[in-house]
Each structure stands twice: as C-alpha cells, then as structure tokens.
C-alpha cells in the first residue's frame, strides 16, 4: 500500500515501483486505487467577537494498492529493502506478506 497528501508524488513512486518490479522480473497486479481518506477541521480565525470568522481546512490522503504475485520470499525480501532505500520522503508504504 502506497499512500501520499501529494498527488504528484504518488504518481511518481508507483511509476519507480512499477518500472523496479518489471526490471527484477517479480510478476504483479496492476496499480488499484483505495478509497481516499478525507480529514476536515475548522479553526477560528479570532476570538471572542469574531467567532463566526471560521476557516475550513480539508486534507486528502490519497491511497493505492500494488500486489506482487507469487515469486522467491527472497526475492520479495530483497524487493522489499530496496523500496525501502530509496523510498520517496512524503510517500508511506506499508507491506502486508502472506505466505503460503
């Protein structure tokens, strides 16, 4: 799971993620996108008189799913620490490993 405040930077991740996955030969899904996280809040912008003077704020977490298929678990191992070495900064992921 990738997921990122910044469209932009998602975009180019998965497009890093992809193009890694193809050059070690791993076999996955395509790119699904995950339900968008909204978080709303509203401050006041003054005190006491000025109470009705709000400010709305609005954050979108924007979330997607890449799933690797069947391969080596050290291949997938090896995978795994090199996503992590050279992971964007605004970009978070989050693995979930199933064995069989």
Not at 14 to 36: A, D, E, M, N, Q
């Amino acid at each position: 799971h990738l997921r990122s405040f910044l469209v932009r930077l998602l975009r180019v991740f998965i497009h890093f993620v992809r193009h890694s996955t193809v050059s070690l030969g791993i076999p996955s899904s395509g790119v699904r996108p995950l339900p968008t996280q909204r978080r709303l809040w509203t401050v006041i912008k003054g005190p006491f008189v000025h109470k009705k003077a709000q400010e709305n704020f609005v954050r979108l977490t924007r979330k997607r799913a890449i799933t690797v298929l069947d391969t080596n678990p050290q291949v997938i191992e090896m995978y795994f620490s090199y996503l992590h070495a050279h992971a964007l900064s605004g970009v978070g992921t989050r693995t979930v490993r199933w064995d069989r």
